[in-house]
């Protein structure tokens, strides 16, 4: 529900720092303009409106005077049905389980979710360059291991907007497999569209977690640099997982497999 009207569909975006809403959506709505912002996203950089909405609410939770960003979605969203996607700007003010299993979303504000949560809790990592972030753009990172890499560990972002584990500079770390060519939902702003290049699979342990074979992908270059997030290594989506359980306020994840 925005400001008093709706409901709406809106795709769940762990990913997203802030809530967006389609143009025909802020039409209707007539959120108080605020100018324009950037928007980052896989192999993309573009420049979008700015607005404020009065209230935000999902189920009986609600947020106050949230920013919004005014943006197309029919690239990255072709059911025409989504009319926004809900960024961490609204979900930082609660605990939040993704079952996939039985498809439910829970907010929490209470806390009580925690203690009927099990399983070990993975505490977040600071993305690099944490002290640029303001509170709400702060990704939710997980420092993970990778069998092919033997210097280190990777932070990637937990992410409920992608569904398969992403490697932004892969180049530096693991052998490139074969070319799978467009990526369906991943255009550029002059609506190129964004290859990407399948990875030889690999063991990762998240945790304690062991994950067997897990096959990333990476954005393939098209002559040009692609832009990319310097702060994290890459995405991991929470679709691998059976529950998802997040902590924006105490910055921890509990991450129950398959």
Not at 191 to 213: I, S
Not at 217 to 225: K, L, M, S
Request: with cysteine.
């Amino acid at each position: 529900m925005l400001d008093n009207t709706g409901p709406y569909d809106f795709v769940i975006d762990t990913g997203a720092q802030i809530t967006t809403i389609d143009p025909r959506l802020a039409a209707e709505l007539h959120p108080k303009p605020l100018g324009a912002t950037h928007v980052a996203g896989v192999g993309t950089y573009s420049r979008a409106a700015y607005a404020q909405l009065e209230s935000m609410r999902v189920g009986t939770y609600a947020v106050r005077d949230p920013p919004v960003v005014i943006q197309d979605l029919s690239q990255v969203q072709p059911d025409s049905r989504i009319r926004g996607i809900v960024g961490e700007n609204f979900l930082e003010h609660f605990d939040l389980l993704i079952d996939y299993e039985h498809r439910l979303l829970c907010l929490d504000e209470t806390k009580q979710l925690q203690g009927a949560v099990k399983g070990e809790r993975v505490a977040l990592a600071p993305p690099r360059n944490a002290e640029r972030y303001n509170a709400f753009t702060v990704p939710m990172v997980v420092s993970v291991r990778v069998s092919g890499i033997s210097d280190g560990t990777l932070l990637l972002e937990l992410d409920s907007g992608m569904n398969v584990p992403l490697l932004f500079e892969s180049g530096k770390w693991l052998p490139r497999a074969q070319t799978i060519g467009a990526a369906h939902g991943a255009r550029e702003a002059d609506d190129v569209a964004q290859a990407f290049a399948l990875l030889m699979p690999q063991d990762m342990w998240v945790g304690a977690r062991f994950f067997r074979h897990v096959s990333f992908v990476t954005p393939v270059a098209a002559g040009r640099e692609i832009p990319v997030k310097p702060d994290v290594d890459g995405v991991l989506p929470t679709a691998l997982f059976r529950t998802v359980f997040l902590s924006y306020a105490d910055r921890f994840a509990v991450l129950e497999p398959r």
